[in-house]
């Protein structure tokens, strides 16, 4: 992975045509998966080629002895106390459930305790080489990922960490932690550092929200607005 990201890092795309581009990490980049990843993060604007990736920064930690990448440490990207899906290849040359899901906790902590329902393995009865690209195995098992995760993102993803999932929205009463806000209404789990609250009151044309019921700014008492 350090040598693709390194050769990536080095071509010339400034003074090459796409196609040039595509051939050289062909013959560079052996592994035909992560070969298809590098070509299809190349873009051609006009004349000229740029990354879809941040080539650069991943080059920086190729350069680091112990690359932050690989270290899951809350001083690379910070504490994420919402809700995550974690699912790793079954028998993956590179990451391992076993050694992974520790590490992980120092930044999601809410994985704790939440195997195997946020954090498993997927197709647990393949083995080989390719099964750490997980799009990539027998008919039926692609589609059996892809509505796992639809489901997580239809239900889980964004869902106050107080409710079991969206379906609760707008039916069960939060607890407030500041008195920014009475019973806030459930746009989204970080409501207090978005503006999709102010999006959603313009949408509907309301200013607050009760148990699950909107009313319209006239029908509100002056100290239930938010």
Excluded at 121 to 131: Q, R, V
Aim: charged share 25%.
């Amino acid at each position: 992975m350090r040598d693709a990201i390194q050769f990536a890092h080095s071509i010339p795309i400034g003074s090459m045509e796409l196609q040039q581009a595509h051939k050289a990490i062909n013959e560079n980049i052996f592994d035909k998966n992560w070969s298809r990843i590098f070509r299809e993060a190349l873009v051609q604007e006009g004349s000229n080629l740029s990354w879809k990736i941040n080539i650069e920064a991943m080059y920086k930690e190729t350069k680091l002895y112990k690359p932050n990448i690989a270290g899951w440490a809350q001083n690379c990207g910070g504490l994420w106390p919402g809700r995550t899906l974690a699912l790793f290849a079954a028998h993956s040359r590179w990451v391992h459930l076993s050694t992974n899901t520790l590490p992980f906790y120092n930044v999601m902590p809410r994985l704790q305790e939440c195997f195997p329902q946020d954090i498993n393995i997927h197709a647990s009865n393949m083995e080989g080489p390719e099964t750490h690209w997980m799009h990539n195995h027998p008919e039926g098992e692609p589609k059996n990922l892809n509505q796992r995760i639809a489901r997580f993102l239809k239900w889980q993803d964004g869902t106050h960490v107080l409710l079991e999932d969206k379906s609760e929205a707008g039916w069960l009463y939060i607890q407030d932690r500041s008195n920014a806000e009475h019973i806030p209404e459930h746009v989204h789990h970080n409501y207090l550092y978005t503006d999709m609250y102010e999006q959603s009151r313009k949408h509907r044309g309301v200013e607050g929200a009760g148990h699950g019921v909107f009313k319209p700014s006239t029908e509100m008492h002056k100290e239930d607005k938010w």
